[in-house]
């Protein structure tokens, strides 16, 4: 019996060391998976504030060329109805060559497009938070 005491003990041996490292492995993937969350949790945060950042540059984007819009079309429609008062003038006055400067002016304003500008969208950005700002149809 002397002798099989000792082989089994190594193999008892054998198998806790065994036990041990099946264990040893079950904590280090569970570090790692927790590792892992971290990580990816981390990420998503940043994804998220990336997302409201850029939802929020759209958004001020858009409410730039809606003010630019509209303030371009309203300037717009009173140099038309200007311009369209200088007719009935001229018109009422028989002053031919006033009523065709007023009319050449009506054609070039209806030619230019309120959309070239915005090609420059800082330049149109600059200019709509200056209240100085003349603008030109």
């Known amino acids: 019996m002397k002798e099989k005491l000792p082989v089994n003990l190594a193999q008892g041996a054998n198998t806790l060391f065994m036990s041990a490292d099946c264990l040893n492995q079950v904590v280090q993937a569970y570090l790692e998976y927790k590792r892992i969350i971290e990580t990816e949790t981390t990420k998503r945060r940043e994804i998220e504030a990336w997302e409201k950042t850029r939802l929020a540059e759209i958004q001020a984007q858009r409410d730039l060329l809606i003010g630019y819009l509209e303030q371009s079309f309203d300037e717009r429609s009173q140099n038309f109805k200007s311009l369209f008062q200088l007719v009935d ?17 009506i054609v070039n304003l209806a030619k230019a497009s309120p959309f070239k500008d915005l090609a420059d969208l800082a330049k149109v950005k600059e200019s709509l938070k200056s209240p100085d700002h003349v603008w030109e149809l």
């Open 89 to 105: 003038q001229a018109i009422a006055n028989g002053d031919n060559q006033q009523l065709a400067l007023t009319l050449d002016s």
